[in-house]
């Protein structure tokens, strides 16, 4: 088994004059749990589209477990797993057939398959609603049907793209169980989301995406670092030498003069406190106000896009 | 073939968990052929075309025994052979006078003509000439022409259609002179020479009575020959309307006589004529109606995003496309032979003299339309396309067709161009089959050999288009 399950190498993509990819190049290693984070329109559908072979990238190119993959080439089709951002269900078959159409399109042995429905439907929590059509379920069931036909022929592959929207808060913590579920169980998951919370709370290695470009891939502590927490702190200004004093201070990134005193700004929270404490105490000075901006993944896209991830 | 079954079977479902499917290709058909052939199903009989029906009851007894060497046969056969000889006009013979009664009492005949027992006894009196010359004779006509219950025939009318009424009747008078005034002329013509005529001669032409008998006979026939001689044209002996004004006798066209039949029974009229057009042509219209139910399966699945699971499953666009093509192929199969059913077991449809031959027109024609719905669904992208343009198109192309409404009223220029529509194919096949009592089973063969041939020219359509869209 090849330790890359999916390598893509300068993919680009246009619809028009809109350049949808920009040559996109990541890869992704089996049992990982991938992010792919970036607003609308990004490019994350289209990307896992190709991955999909659902579309043909313009340039570039997709090795699946080591082999270039091409759409006719059913045998790689069956690494795959995906879950739509549309809804991906009959809603006129109940949630079992619909698991077990899928299933049994896979080819799979037909008591097999019925263990699995019933597993799936367990795991994804309409064992109850089994025999009931999927039209008549709430946006989160039909999610987690959805999930559950994606991942019916086990696929070593499962691309799941923005697997929560339009659902309950108890339907997105019950996918995310699932998720991590499938995903302890050896399944590489390649999980994309416009919600920084969630890839957040999900992913080991995340891409940012904006724009159709890649701009940056790493794990998520590496990425944090980009753009550490920072504590914000409002101090009276008794005097320029306290200023001064202040801005030498070892972890301090600035100290800005406002009319209503100091603001000091820095990155090094924990060792900043006591030494700020210190010359707070020796100049008699209180603190006004102190804000803690945390380190996330929305400032780290701020900072490396200019813009807020929900523009 | 496990995956094409699979998609088989849960299409196959979704068809029979959808009610569009049986309202448009099995409910709406037999209450359009229940409506119209109740209401205006009369209008489809093949039979009736553009002629003048004359309805007759036949009871006359024949000629008396007396009659003589003319005629060689009854009257009313000459009436009948005039009728029939007569373009654009169909005899219809109805066997009871009882028949025609309840056909005028109900409407369904605005007049039906009953030739009396006696009638051929009371023409064969018809006569210009009274006593002695003629025994009991007869004077027919009068102002308006003949005198009909004179001559033993009775004129049933409805009196809510009194324009067809006076119509038939016209026409009924003008046959009966045709027959009456040559026989009439043909006496009395023969008369000229007799010695009962030369008798009733002398109180005209004085000091006649003085010539010998054979002189008179002479002066008889020269007056025979001088009269035919002035009037060449004629011929006053003929004693038919074709010898007296010396043309051609018209053909006798026994297609246009034919036996009253019975327009079905009950309020829906089973058994009608009009079901033999109008059964065969929903079945046909309707089953073009797949293209709608192939269409919303198609569409469904582009909606409900499930057409991108199947595209990322491991199997062949050929397994894809022939797993929803087998399900409608099965559903237009079942529509095709239940529609023919319920044409046999509701409205009394004969199956005709073949009717093992109707297997492979619905076939034929199941595929036919699976090939047009395929098309369809290959160009169509939503379920509002497919619910517009494809019921524009079924719609246009029945109408075209013949399906709608029968081709024999179409002009000759239209019924050439329903061949480019499969639907007029396949109902070439059924009017063979359903109408002809003796089927031309190659017309049957060349329709389902060119219902084979569009199928295959729009599966490769639909084919085509989806690898473009691809």
Request: hydrophobic share 45%; net charge neutral.
């Amino acid at each position: 088994m090849n330790r890359t399950i999916l390598e893509i190498d300068s993919i680009r993509k246009r619809y028009g004059a809109t350049h949808a990819l920009n040559g996109v190049t990541l890869s992704v290693e089996s049992g990982e749990l991938f992010g792919l984070l970036g607003p609308n329109g990004a490019g994350k559908t289209t990307l896992l589209s190709i991955i999909a072979g659902l579309l043909n990238a313009d340039t570039g190119s997709v090795l699946l477990d080591g082999q270039p993959f091409r759409a006719q080439n059913r045998e790689l089709r069956r690494l795959i797993g995906i879950g739509t951002q549309d809804l991906a269900i009959y809603p006129d078959l109940t949630a079992r057939e619909n698991i077990l159409f899928f299933g049994d399109l896979y080819g799979l042995n037909r008591q097999v398959l019925s263990t699995r429905a019933d597993e799936l439907l367990t795991a994804v929590g309409l064992q109850d609603r089994a025999n009931h059509r999927a039209g008549t379920f709430s946006g989160g069931m039909k999610r987690r049907l959805n999930l559950a036909v994606a991942v019916v022929h086990s696929p070593r592959l499962l691309l799941l793209d923005e697997p929560t929207t339009g659902v309950d808060p108890q339907s997105r913590q019950l996918i995310f169980t699932i998720v991590k579920s499938l995903n302890s169980s050896g399944m590489t998951v390649v999980y994309t989301s416009h919600y920084m919370e969630e890839v957040q709370a999900l992913c080991t290695r995340i891409a940012i995406v904006d724009r159709g470009s890649v701009i940056a891939c790493d794990t998520l502590p590496e990425l944090l670092r980009l753009r550490p927490s920072r504590l914000k702190i409002k101090l009276e200004s008794p005097n320029e030498r306290f200023e001064k004093r202040l801005g030498a201070l070892d972890g301090v990134q600035s100290v800005t003069a406002v009319p209503e005193g100091l603001i000091v700004e820095s990155d090094a929270i924990g060792p900043i406190l006591p030494r700020l404490a210190e010359a707070c105490l020796e100049e008699n000075v209180t603190p006004r106000a102190i804000e803690l901006n945390e380190s996330t993944l929305e400032r780290v896209f701020l900072h490396l896009t200019g813009h807020a991830l929900r523009d | 073939m496990r995956a094409i079954v699979t998609l088989a079977v849960k299409d196959t479902r979704l068809i029979l968990r959808d009610p569009r499917a049986a309202v448009i290709l099995l409910l709406m058909p037999i209450l359009l052929v229940l409506v119209i052939g109740v209401t205006v199903g009369g209008a489809f009989d093949p039979n009736k075309k553009e002629q003048l029906r004359i309805s007759v009851v036949n009871l006359d007894a024949g000629l008396p025994p007396d009659a003589g060497d003319f005629p060689d046969r009854a009257w009313s056969q000459f009436l009948l052979d005039d009728f029939a000889g007569t373009a654009d006009i169909k005899v219809e013979l109805i066997a009871t006078r009882e028949d025609a009664q309840n056909l005028v009492r109900s409407g369904e005949r605005a007049v039906v003509i009953i030739l009396e027992p006696e009638f051929s006894a009371l023409i064969h009196r018809c006569s210009f000439v009274g006593e002695p010359l003629k025994k009991n004779p007869i004077n027919p006509l009068y102002r308006d022409g003949m005198r009909t219950q004179t001559v033993g025939v009775t004129v049933l009318r409805d009196p809510t259609q009194e324009v067809a009424a006076a119509v038939v009747e016209q026409v009924v008078q003008v046959a009966l002179m045709r027959v009456v005034i040559p026989w009439m002329i043909g006496q009395a013509f023969e008369m000229i020479g007799t010695p009962a005529f030369m008798d009733k001669m002398k109180k005209y032409v004085a000091g006649i009575e003085l010539l010998p008998p054979s002189l008179l006979k002479s002066i008889g026939d020269a007056m025979q020959k001088g009269i035919s001689g002035f009037f060449v044209d004629y011929d006053f002996q003929g004693k038919t309307w074709a010898k007296l004004t010396k043309s051609e006798p018209p053909p006798v066209k026994d297609s246009n006589r034919t036996a009253y039949q019975s327009d079905g029974t009950g309020t829906i009229r089973r058994g009608a004529v009009r079901y033999q057009t109008l059964v065969p042509g929903y079945t046909v219209t309707f089953a073009f109606f797949l293209v709608l139910v192939m269409g919303w399966l198609f569409a469904s699945e582009r909606r409900h995003g499930t057409l991108v699971r199947l595209q990322i499953a491991p199997i062949a666009r050929w397994q894809l496309l022939l797993g929803k093509l087998l399900p409608c192929l099965g559903v237009s199969l079942v529509q095709g032979f239940a529609l023919l059913g319920v044409g046999y077991l509701l409205f009394g449809l004969p199956l005709g003299a073949r009717p093992e031959w109707l297997i492979p027109v619905v076939a034929c024609t199941s595929l036919a339309a699976v090939g047009l719905a395929m098309m369809v669904a290959s160009v169509a992208k939503t379920e509002q396309q497919v619910s517009v343009y494809g019921t524009l198109l079924v719609i246009l192309l029945a109408g075209m067709s013949g399906s709608l409404m029968p081709r024999y009223l179409m002009p000759e220029e239209m019924r050439a161009i329903t061949r480019i529509t499969p639907h007029a194919w396949s109902l070439d096949a059924y009017a063979q089959l359903l109408t002809n009592p003796d089927p031309q089973i190659g017309i049957v063969t060349t329709a389902c050999l060119a219902l084979l041939g569009f199928s295959a020219v729009f599966l490769s359509i639909a084919w085509w288009r989806l690898s473009v869209s691809n």
